[in-house]
């Protein structure tokens, strides 16, 4: 065991002045971090830890701390959620920095040295470009102003989120907020635990349950409605955990009978080093088609889908099993033999809710070649608005015969001058420009037979997903640290396809919003069915009948105040109805979703969402971790907000 110390006495109040390990001052040379090196094969998945999950914290360690004869050990022993539950007494408010309870520094300074200096105080990223914070500097605010909407510039940033209108819009750089905005921490957390181990993160999720402190995970903040934020939070950050294992291409995965190839990745793997990784091997994974999204983060959490869905199924479909570190402290695995439970929900129920997870276990695929085909039609001179929309009928009705041939097609609708219809692109899996022009034949011609000839069309070949995604999407179209826009979604499922009255509706419905907003974006896809897998998960079941994923946004200008983006997004609740009314019982992508969404539990989680909430209450009786939207968020809110726009600037308080 490492060398294992803790510096607690007395009361809160006395930590403030008295920091002392068997009568000795408490610093950094007679603290060391609270962790212990255990076997890295001892976890029950049989997969073996990476180094950073063999630094734990265990009950050996609250032991050692114990012996040294100190008190307020407590703040940072674990707890047990039956027993939690069985005594549960009344929630109240979490802690903030404002309340009489909020720990002191010397109690934070106490925190960083059991984390071995892992601890970051909140400060705004863009907080160098205004005078009353201490880091004001010119010069860095030029900086910092210039790499603001790169997704890995925030992506690195402690506080850094791609999407920041549902914090609160706290502090950002003055050339790209309102005129005389100011910068405060906002919606921002006080404190961020810059993970590298998992004792650091049980250190954490011990440390905030025990004294009711606000606590939130960040993986790369690319939640749309900002998750990885809270007013006076401390912030667990596993952008660290970036470790990439291949398995072998004959694995076998035990718990689940997988054989094949597999990849162990740290949560903090991003899209683009694990598809390069792949690559090298002859290999693809599904994943997402931004480079910087964390594969294991709120991606797969919440979902996840990919240009490979429709041939291999949901991302969170691909993850055999995980370590995870729960809201009790301790750290466990996760498979269908091992907490099936949590394995069910951790797979499509949601981040930032069951747990922290540290690493998974993904299938991987044999590598495949790729074909795109980009076309657009537009209302103009040779083609009628009747016409156009009858092109749009055209292509509509190839849905459910591309989606069963293993494709992907992203579209947009941009009627905001003469309408135009994209497809940017169709992408084909295990084709070649041949089998898709092929393929496509049939369409073109339907196209011609209403009026629209197609003159752009654009075939592209790629070896496989990687060239196919930087041909596709260059990484400068990436853009992060906005706030301008909100989106709402629906899936519309393949039994609108079957009857023609349904599809008409939803036609209808789809034209007169985009008619009406200037811009919808959809995707043709399908959650394919894997028989190598156990797909019985948490995904919102709607994704099993889908075959369009559509999107429609509200978007400000820079001068929007709370008032006016709170009537944008009413507009865009209202503006969604017929798309509801045409898909009944369906639902909404958890992860691209409005956070205003009617009745969201039915539409993000469906028919699992009973069933989730009581495994909430199990495995968090402490509600320690929360996130809008999230499962058993509605018995919680924050203080403050205003109808439409929420916000994380607030207290977090139970209902």
Not at 123 to 145: G, L, R
Not at 301 to 306: L, T, V, Y
Not at 327 to 345: H, I, Q, W, Y
Not at 422 to 438: C, H, R
């Amino acid at each position: 065991m490492a060398r294992l110390t803790f510096a607690a006495a007395l009361s809160l109040a006395s930590l403030a002045f008295a920091q002392t390990i068997d009568g000795t001052q408490a610093n950094a040379t007679t603290v060391a971090p609270a962790v212990e090196e255990v076997q890295a094969d001892t976890a029950s998945s049989g997969v073996t830890y990476f180094p950073f999950e063999s630094s734990q914290l265990t009950s050996d360690v609250i032991a050692n701390l114990t012996d040294y004869n100190l008190t307020d050990v407590s703040l940072f022993d674990f707890d047990d959620a039956d027993a939690a539950v069985e005594k549960r007494t009344t929630l109240s408010c979490k802690i903030s920095p404002t309340d009489k309870g909020w720990p002191s520094r010397v109690v934070w300074d106490v925190l960083n040295l059991l984390l071995g200096g892992a601890l970051i105080e909140g400060v705004p990223a863009a907080a160098p470009c205004y005078s009353n914070w201490p880091q004001y500097d010119v010069a860095k605010c030029a900086a910092i102003t210039a790499e603001w909407e790169n997704t890995t510039y925030q992506a690195s940033q402690p506080l850094g989120i791609q999407y920041y209108v549902f914090e609160g819009v706290s502090c950002l750089p003055p050339t790209l907020t309102r005129t005389n905005a100011t910068c405060t921490l906002g919606g921002m957390p006080s404190y961020v635990v810059k993970a590298t181990n998992v004792a650091q993160v049980q250190i954490a999720v011990n440390f905030a349950r025990n004294l009711n402190l606000r606590l939130i995970v960040k993986n790369k903040g690319h939640d749309f409605k900002a998750k990885s934020t809270g007013a006076g939070a401390l912030s667990i950050w596993t952008n660290a955990f970036s470790s990439i294992e291949y398995l072998g291409s004959s694995y076998k995965h035990v718990p689940s009978g997988y054989t094949g190839p597999a990849f162990k990745i740290g949560s903090g793997v991003e899209a683009l080093a694990l598809y390069e990784a792949a690559d090298k091997l002859g290999l693809h994974i599904v994943g997402g088609n931004t480079r910087t999204v964390g594969i294991g983060g709120g991606y797969s959490a919440g979902g996840g889908h990919s240009p490979l869905m429709s041939m291999y199924g949901m991302a969170a479909d691909q993850i055999l099993s995980m370590e995870v570190v729960l809201p009790s402290g301790r750290f466990v695995s996760v498979d269908e033999k091992t907490n099936p439970d949590l394995f069910f929900a951790l797979r499509g129920g949601g981040g930032s809710t069951w747990g922290i997870v540290t690493s998974l276990v993904i299938a991987a695929y044999e590598k495949k070649p790729v074909t795109t085909l980009t076309y657009s039609f537009a209302i103009g001179d040779v083609i009628t608005e009747d016409a156009f929309w009858s092109g749009v009928d055209a292509v509509f009705a190839k849905f459910p015969e591309y989606a069963d041939q293993g494709m992907y097609s992203y579209w947009s609708i941009n009627c905001i001058f003469a309408c135009t219809f994209a497809m940017a692109p169709q992408w084909g899996n295990d084709m070649d420009t041949a089998a898709l022009t092929n393929l496509s034949a049939a369409l073109f011609d339907d196209l011609s037979a209403v009026g629209v000839v197609v003159t752009d069309a654009v075939y592209t070949d790629y070896d496989g997903v990687i060239a196919a995604i930087d041909g596709t999407w260059p990484a400068s179209t990436e853009e992060g640290g906005v706030w301008n826009f909100n989106t709402a979604s629906r899936l519309f499922p393949r039994s609108n396809w079957e009857n023609a009255t349904l599809l008409a509706a939803q036609t209808a419905a789809l034209r007169t919003s985009v008619e009406t907003a200037g811009l919808i974006l959809g995707y043709n896809v399908k959650a394919a069915s894997n028989p190598a897998l156990n797909q019985t998960n948490a995904v919102n079941p709607a994704w099993r009948e889908t075959l369009l994923h559509a999107m429609l946004g509200a978007t400000w200008s820079q001068e929007a105040t709370p008032a006016d983006i709170a009537a944008a997004n009413k507009n865009l609740v209202e503006m969604m109805q017929p798309w509801r009314d045409a898909s009944p019982g369906a639902g909404a992508y958890l992860n691209e979703a409005d956070i205003n969404e009617p009745n969201w539990q039915q539409a993000f989680y469906g028919s699992n969402y009973d069933y989730l909430y009581q495994l909430k209450q199990q495995y968090d009786p402490w509600g320690l971790l929360w996130a809008p939207t999230a499962v058993g968020s509605e018995d919680w809110y924050i203080t403050g907000q205003i109808d439409y726009y929420p916000t994380q600037n607030g207290k977090l308080c139970p209902k």
